[in-house]
């Protein structure tokens, strides 16, 4: 019997559907032009099987629905503030929170507490708000993730990590008085979803004491990461997720978190600091920018779903799901010969689209161009991950990452097996005419995160 493959399967079962429009190729094609061949300018009604992100997609159980109902909607000291106050100390360890609207409202806030004119962020590679916030904060966000998060084909388990080096060379350089905190991101977004490992966190709280150096964490995804620690790193398989969520954290000083991920939110974050000053100074902004502490932008019944659906995600067989899905369709687009990122995370999967389409140079945009195909084959939306994302520095000039990516971003607990099939499939068609594919020329660009808004033509 040992032959017998054991699969991935849900831990939940359907109570409810929403109903799919099955689109025409002629309805698709207008579409996309209209939206300027950019998937974030869809209307989702356009859309078959939505994996733009897994941002706020997430399905919530008949408990977290349950939970709105309980929403106490008071503007101050509503009791779901302290009831999520409680989940975030018990599961995530953290000592003070603060509600926000999102993440970024969190990454906000932390940034103009902590970050001066001239100082240097180090982080295990760039997130797109993330690293926005740092500069409007008049910081510089500086790369420290290891060489081998940048090269696609290489299978090194904790592409996460970071290279404490290249950390040192900065302290060196500029001095760790200028290094208000490391950014370290678990599931790395923009790497592939790659994990960082225990021991590599454990080296870096070391060498940030010694230098006194705080550690943010952006634990939008820390559950998916304390996965693959259980599966793949020595001396956790017998740890649960919840308790290797609780030991990652406790090396970091404090963290900003979007709900919309892990936490199985349609919206929502939070900030939750260790420190006492730090918190006060916080708790002080908020009000600006967000709304009082004990809300911050959200309604009592969001914080109660979230506090919910914080429980529901460190559970082992929750994760192993999502994440066995995710793998599910990895493994199916290998089979088809196409390039993907690997080793495969855990939030996505990762097409290379330099590798997919060579004929296309950066600056045709080949990952925007693929998400384009994708779409017209099949009406399955995907994302850029690459130049068009990457946008400009603060001199204008534009990135050029290394990394050209179509991000295919499963949602939690929302499509089944047949749907995983059926994007495979359409990645693989569209694989197979390849060589005809041209690319883009864009013809609007907004000024901030362009990729959300810009419009593109496709090259005669
Ligand atoms: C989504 C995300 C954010 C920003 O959070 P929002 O809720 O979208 O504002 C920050 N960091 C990472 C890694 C993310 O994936």
Not at 201 to 229: G, P, Q, S, W
Request: glycine content about 8%.
């Amino acid at each position: 019997m040992k032959n017998i493959h054991h699969s991935w399967a849900e831990p939940y079962k359907i109570k409810m559907v929403e109903l799919l429009k099955i689109s025409t190729a002629t309805q698709r094609k207008k579409a996309m032009k209209e939206a300027g061949f950019n998937t974030f300018l869809l209307r989702s009604e356009d859309v078959y099987i939505d994996l733009l992100t897994d941002s706020g997609t997430s399905a919530m159980s008949d408990r977290q629905w349950a939970g709105l109902m309980m929403g106490d909607e008071a503007y101050a000291g509503s009791k779901n503030f302290y009831h999520l106050e409680k989940v975030v100390k018990e599961v995530y360890g953290y000592k003070y929170l603060l509600p926000t609207h999102q993440g970024r409202g969190a990454e906000n806030i932390l940034s103009r507490i902590l970050i001066k004119k001239g100082d240097i962020i180090p982080g295990n590679m760039y997130f797109t708000t993330t690293r926005l916030h740092q500069e409007l904060a008049g910081g510089k966000f500086e790369d420290i993730i290891i060489d081998e998060a940048h090269d696609p084909e290489n299978e090194f388990a904790f592409k996460g990590n970071v290279d404490l080096d290249k950390l040192d060379r900065l302290v060196k350089k500029h001095g760790a008085a200028k290094i208000p905190y490391v950014s370290i991101a678990t599931s790395v977004n923009m790497a592939g979803g790659q994990p960082i490992s225990m021991k590599n966190l454990k080296e870096l709280r070391a060498y940030c004491k010694k230098h006194k150096i705080r550690i943010i964490h952006d634990m939008t995804r820390v559950a998916e990461n304390a996965y693959f620690i259980q599966q793949k790193e020595k001396g956790y398989e017998k740890k649960s997720v919840k308790e290797i969520v609780n030991e990652i954290n406790s090396y970091t000083d404090g963290a900003t978190m979007s709900a919309k991920k892990d936490a199985l939110v349609n919206i929502g974050g939070f900030l939750a600091l260790n420190e006492w000053d730090v918190f006060e100074e916080a708790r002080n902004m908020v009000v600006v920018y967000e709304g009082l502490h004990t809300y911050g932008g959200l309604a009592g019944r969001d914080m109660e779903a979230m506090a919910i659906g914080i429980g529901e995600s460190v559970c082992d067989d929750h994760i192993r799901a999502r994440v066995g899905q995710v793998i599910y369709l990895g493994n199916k687009m290998m089979e088809y010969g196409i390039p993907i990122v690997k080793p495969i995370g855990g939030h996505g999967i990762f097409l290379d689209a330099k590798k997919f389409l060579p004929h296309i140079p950066q600056e045709n945009y080949p990952a925007q161009t693929l998400a384009a195909e994708i779409y017209l084959d099949s009406g399955v939306r995907t994302m850029e991950r690459g130049v068009v994302s990457a946008g400009r520095k603060a001199n204008g000039e534009n990135y050029y990452p290394k990394l050209e990516l179509l991000r295919f971003t499963i949602p939690r607990r929302v499509y089944t097996q047949a749907h995983m099939d059926v994007i495979a499939e359409s990645a693989a068609s569209v694989f197979e005419r390849r060589n005809k594919i041209k690319g883009l020329k864009m013809v609007y660009e907004p000024r901030y995160l362009r990729f959300f808004q810009a419009r593109f033509e496709k090259l005669n």
